[in-house]
């Protein structure tokens, strides 16, 4: 059997035939890639996302046979898959951070002011949004994110974090409203310093 044979089936059906034929298992790569690589880039930017895509996929071909094929849709068991393993790249980041704070600065390299200029006016956009959505819980921003960015549905994103749909309402209730206050009190705080 080709990928082409499998364009009516679910995914469901294409990860149980590729149990026994896993070469299918690339339908599923092709299917899903592109949104969750999306999902990826939002919470790591792109040069991370790339690896944690490809860990992603790698994890859930080896855990294809447990995949519950009562299931027809393979995205949220991907966006979690995804999401535990953005939690332990930023993990490893605060890991990483205590280190070099420990060990100390590395030398400056010339070039390096007009690379942190290119870099703050790249993310100055988004930089007020990316601040609250840092102050929130992960657990919280981890639900916002997948129904606000990714436009899944409180059943998927139940999925795929493993929690029941009444956990995924309250975290992205109170996700909503602590994004709201933050950015409602960094207005307020612009506001004030333009008149003063």
């Not at 205590?98 to 400056?108: C, E, M, S, T, Y």
């Not at 006016?121 to 601040?131: C, F, I, P, V």
């Not at 059943?155 to 933050?182: C, D, H, M, Y």
């Amino acid at each position: 059997m080709t990928p082409e044979d499998t364009e009516a089936d679910d995914d469901a059906s294409v990860i149980g035939r590729s149990r026994a034929e896993p070469s299918l298992f690339a339908v599923i790569f092709d299917r899903h890639s592109r949104h969750i690589h999306r999902y990826l880039v939002r919470r790591l930017g792109p040069t991370a996302a790339d690896d944690v895509l490809a860990d992603t996929f790698l994890i859930a071909f080896s855990k294809r046979a447990k995949f519950d094929l009562a299931r027809p849709d393979a995205r949220p068991w991907l966006y979690g898959i995804a999401t535990n393993l953005v939690s332990r790249q930023w993990r490893a980041e605060a890991r990483e951070l205590k280190l070099r704070q420990a060990v100390g600065p590395p030398a400056v390299d010339d070039g390096h002011a007009d690379r942190v200029a290119e870099q703050v006016t790249a993310q100055a956009l988004g930089a007020d949004l990316d601040r609250a959505l840092a102050k929130l819980r992960p657990r919280e921003r981890d639900v916002l994110l997948l129904v606000a960015a990714e436009g899944l549905g409180y059943q998927e994103v139940a999925e795929a974090l493993a929690i029941p749909v009444g956990t995924v309402k309250s975290r992205l209730n109170r996700a909503r409203g602590r994004v709201r206050a933050e950015l409602g009190a960094l207005d307020l705080v612009k506001e004030t310093a333009s008149h003063g």
